[in-house]
């Protein structure tokens, strides 16, 4: 017998390999297994096929090892592979390295834990430990309270050398010493909520009635859920997931950022305990391992997670939700594959018949189109639950506000300082977005002009004040701030634009009383910090809440009554397709976190823009309005959703040899389809990142001419996935993004 094997390497090909006789019977499709690759090495692939004859005339190298007695996947999720597989032009072994844990095996066991716990022990033995051991006895003393076994990890503040303290005091017979598997900690990431009463208003009973008809019917019957922020989506998606349960069925909820979302964790942990399993991309590669064997043995009734939580081994799951659905997160950007997690739910929705449920308060314009189009059923949640109301919205047009005041560097207007002193006063919250991080993202010569760039990428680099560095926000490169111009050694050194830290200089200086916290990437790097950051907030010890887009999405906390946002026009004039609709889904999201209790919101809008159809529209709160704007550019330059796109980047140190290769990809290009729009090669908007520069040639092709993307699909898999394509160059990389999230 011979086996196909498909490694994790960027290549479509397949390797024949025998299958030596001890392995007979037990190497199945879907089973990894280990292998000679080149002349020396052994790697870990996937069987893709079996076969009794090859006509192969060369060596036939044998299989060497066995990693899964059984397929790790049962048969809708390896069909979802191969979907993914197919679909995004990534190999199955690529596609195995990215679904699947890389610890994984089924002779995987978890890390041990080594506990203790104190036995009974006389006063005398006591007195003896405290003369002739006192580490020893202060141990014991630790001890003192305990009831159920602890880990001796925790000790660690006790002394040094617990472990052997803990072995000796085990011999004595004063304790007691055993391992437990260690389970991983998801407590970072759940905020602890109290289970609250629910009593559902008549447009959540609706929603429920309709959604719950298709609960176990194993039909296809996706759902667009178009939901105002506060409507009440999570507690519908918790009585769902409960209903799916009573059904013996699983559910998948995917969150764009678990790390982002621990509120919406919490709320499934208060109400499913121990049967949810929480999966993300921080999680360590032995609590993937741990998980990951617990969801096959069925531990679990639902498992909530970021974008890879759509491969999770649940077997039949009856009800797939994406919250927050038009997140740019939902889309892998690299590596391979790059897969858009929402249409994969989609697709295992369909292969596994459960219900599929895309929701969000703002969709996106896929979704929307999607819905105009009927492939999505939709339904609309307008109400804001309870007695919660649409906030009302302020635009502030802050190039008149610096003529007025004569303050041309404010950054805050007379009305926003208002609100906020007012708030104080009534002892309400504030939520602040400022969507760049650092204190300013230029730093230019008064004199000259020169921006100090990034010696790696073609961006300039952002000043950190808290650092006292320059940084670049792609690569991270850091350098120090210079005395001089390089250019002409002028010492005026310009700090431009706006970041959160000085945001946050500037509301310490106005208002010396506010309890402030800065929640961005800076603040957030230490895992758990981010829900220690909300949990206080949560208890009223902070007033403000000032960050970057991670405090748009999510959150719900009863006392805000007031949001700002800065700056409007951060990432407006982007050179990006989506800048428009992400600019608007920001602000509109950010504007939700105002007045979710009973007291009423407030949204102060701070742009250069007020004109702006984007900014003024979602100022207005008008979905519909913006979108049908929206579709309309879109259709014009039939980008998404009008047409099916793909990019083909290139990318290396020498321009010229990126550029000849494009070149050369573009030339060779063979059984073009009439209608297909070949873009570029160009070079990419942002040209140069981590020291390589970028080219790309981008696909369009309009939906009315190919409905189901079939022929885009035909040609790239002609084209780009066999040589001469594939072929090695030196110097430069080439990779195919379908469904690019962004051209920039
Ligand atoms: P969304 O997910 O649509 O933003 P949430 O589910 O977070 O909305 O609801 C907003 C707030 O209203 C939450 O505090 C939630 O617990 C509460 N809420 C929503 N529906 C009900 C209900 N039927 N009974 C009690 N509280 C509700
Ligand atoms: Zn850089």
Known sequence: MFADISFPISSYKVFTYRIPEKFSGKIQVGVRVRAPFGPKRMAQGVVVKLQKKVDFKGKIRYISAIVDETPIFDKTLWELLNWVSRYYLSPMGQVMKCAVPQKLSSTYSPAKQLMVMKNEMSNDDLTALKEKAPKQFRLMEALEEQEEPIPIASLKNVGKNISAICRTLEKKGFVTISSVPSIPDSSSLTLKLLKKKITFSKEQRNVITELEEHLGKREFYPYLLHGATGSGKTEIYIHLAKQAEERKQTSIMLLPEIALTPQIAGRFRA??????????????????AWTWNQICAGAYSVVVGARS??????????????????????????????????????????????????????????????????????????????????????????????????????????????????????????????????????????????????????????????????????????????????????TNLLLGGIGTQRVEESLIQEFPEMRLVRMDLDTTRRSGAHARILRKFDQGELDVLLGTQMIAKGLDFENVTLVGVINADTGLFLPDFRAGERTFQLIYQVAGRSGRGEKPGEVVIQTNNPDNNTIKLAAQLNIEKYYNVCLNERSELQYSPFSWMAKVEFAGKKRSQVERVAEEVLYS???????????????????????????????????EKDKNGILIHKFLEKNLVDSPFMKKRIGVTTHVDVDPNTLL
């Not at 109400?271 to 993937?288: D, K, L, N, Q």
């Not at 070949?678 to 939906?703: V, W």
Request: proline fraction near 6%; charged fraction near 30%.
């Open 271 to 288: 109400v499913f305990g121990e049967r949810v399993a929480i999966w993300h991309s921080r999680m360590s590669p032995v609590e993937r």
């Open 309 to 490: 939580a759509i491969f999770t081994p649940l077997r039949n799951v009856g009800l797939i939700i994406v919250d927050e659905e038009q997140e740019g997160s939902y889309k892998q950007e690299s590596p391979a594959p790059r897969y858009q997690a929402r249409d994969v739910a989609l697709i295992r929705g369909k292969l596994s018949g459960a219900l599929t449920v895309l929701a969000g308060a703002t969709p996106s314009i896929e979704s929307y189109y999607n819905k105009a189009v009927k492939k999505l059923n939709y339904i609309r949640m307008k109400y804001r639950y309870g007695k919660a109301k649409y906030p009302q919205v302020h635009i502030v047009d802050m190039i008149k506000e610096r003529e007025e005041t004569e303050d041309y560097r404010i950054l805050f207007s007379r009305l926003l300082k208002e609100k906020i002193q007012d708030r104080l006063e009534k002892r309400e919250q504030v939520i602040l977005l400022q969507n760049r991080r650092g204190f300013s993202p230029i730093v230019s010569c008064r004199d000259c002009g020169y921006v100090e760039m990034c010696r790696h990428c073609k961006i300039p680099l952002t000043y950190h004040k808290v650092e006292k560095l320059m940084k670049c926000h792609y690569c991270n490169f850091t350098k120090m701030v210079p005395d001089d111009c390089k250019e002409c050694s002028g």
């Open 669 to 703: 290009l063979k059984e073009k389809p009439r209608f297909l729009k070949i873009l570029g090669p160009a070079p990419c908007p942002m040209e140069k990142i981590r020291g390589n520069y970028r080219y790309q040639i981008i696909f369009k092709s309009p939906k």
